[in-house]
């Protein structure tokens, strides 16, 4: 691998001028921070545990601080942003700061949210500083859409990230926990100040931490039919999952039959419940319960 020059990173003057240049200022309405110090990306990289064979896919990389430090590490890194101005300045910064690897990096200029396919070799990893208002239907997104992610470490607002890194029983447990703990083993992986961002955001942020299961979910039901019942379980946090899986389920006698049949208790509450257990019920909502049959029995 070509040794970088030590300057290729961007630091505080140079994400100033880079915007400066570009006329570019930070919006709140695409939750735009950018990294301006050195070390924070690289231990980003570090703590992705980013290899020389990795296929990396960056979702937002802005005015291209990680992006430099995951092309120091990785083999290839595919990058998707959807503002005009930054992404159609990217390239060169990247060809400018690091010219001897500007044929391993491809730019996708789109919103991630509608992307389905990348360019080149399929992602291994995803490593990102996520938007705060976006984070999760993106993270969600990517993982869905592209199975070959392995490994996945993004930056998110701080209470985000105890959301998605939640266990069953925490008081964020919810949504973003369930679905994510879908894909993968999920985990917090550190704090990120405020300091190390231009603009400084009101919010910390955390990192973290998705390794996709070896093994999917084994469940007769769908991924579409599973979430429909995390989404209807958390909807009315307070009730019981007899109430709130009403409507789901048709009517609450309904719902009872469904979680009994999968040995849930009708008077729990959502955030007790592991991503199992709701694929569980799933499989035993009574449309759904004959065809599901056979394949439950022991």
């Known amino acids: 691998m070509n040794s970088p020059t030590p300057d290729a990173l961007l630091g505080p003057a140079d994400v100033r001028e880079l915007a400066g240049a570009l006329g570019v200022r930070p919006t709140k309405q695409r939750g735009q921070n950018f990294v301006i110090d050195a070390n924070t990306v690289r231990r980003i990289v570090r703590t992705a545990g980013v290899r020389d064979d990795d296929v990396v896919v960056e979702v937002g990389p802005g005015l291209g601080s990680l992006t430099l430090a995951l092309l120091e590490a990785a083999d290839r890194v595919v990058a998707v942003e959807i503002d005009d101005v930054l992404a159609g300045a990217l390239p060169a910064t990247i060809a400018a700061r690091m010219p001897a690897?500007?044929?391993?990096?491809?730019?996708?200029?789109?919103?991630?949210?509608?992307?389905?396919?990348?360019?080149?070799?399929?992602?291994?990893?995803?490593v990102a500083n996520l938007p705060y208002n976006v984070a999760v239907p993106v993270l969600l997104h990517m993982l869905d859409t592209f199975p070959t992610?392995?490994?996945?470490?993004?930056?998110?607002?701080?209470?985000?990230?105890?959301?998605?890194?939640?266990?069953?029983?925490?008081?964020?447990?919810?949504v973003p926990s369930v679905k994510a703990n879908w894909y993968a083993d999920v985990k917090r992986a550190g704090s990120i100040g405020r300091n190390v961002f231009w603009p400084a955001p009101n919010v910390d942020s955390g990192l973290v931490s998705l390794v996709r299961r070896a093994e999917p979910i084994k469940t007769t039901a769908s991924k579409r039919e599973v979430f429909a019942v995390v989404d209807a379980a958390f909807a009315q946090r307070r009730k019981t999952l007899r109430a709130?899986?009403?409507?789901?389920?048709?009517?609450?006698?309904?719902?009872?039959?469904?979680?009994?049949?999968?040995?849930?208790?009708?008077?729990?509450?959502?955030?007790?419940?592991?991503?199992?257990?709701?694929?569980?019920?799933?499989?035993?909502?009574?449309?759904?319960?004959?065809?599901?049959?056979?394949s439950a029995q022991p």
């Open 149 to 174: 992610i392995e490994r996945t470490l993004v930056m998110v607002q701080a209470e985000v990230a105890d959301r998605l890194a939640a266990d069953p029983g925490s008081k964020v447990y919810g």
């Open 101 to 126: 690897r500007a044929d391993r990096f491809a730019l996708v200029h789109s919103d991630a949210m509608h992307v389905d396919e990348l360019p080149g070799p399929a992602p291994t990893a995803l």
């Open 244 to 294: 709130a899986l009403a409507g789901w389920a048709g009517s609450a006698a309904a719902a009872e039959v469904a979680l009994v049949a999968a040995g849930v208790s009708p008077q729990a509450r959502g955030e007790s419940l592991t991503v199992e257990e709701f694929a569980r019920i799933a499989e035993n909502k009574a449309e759904n319960k004959t065809e599901n049959k056979e």
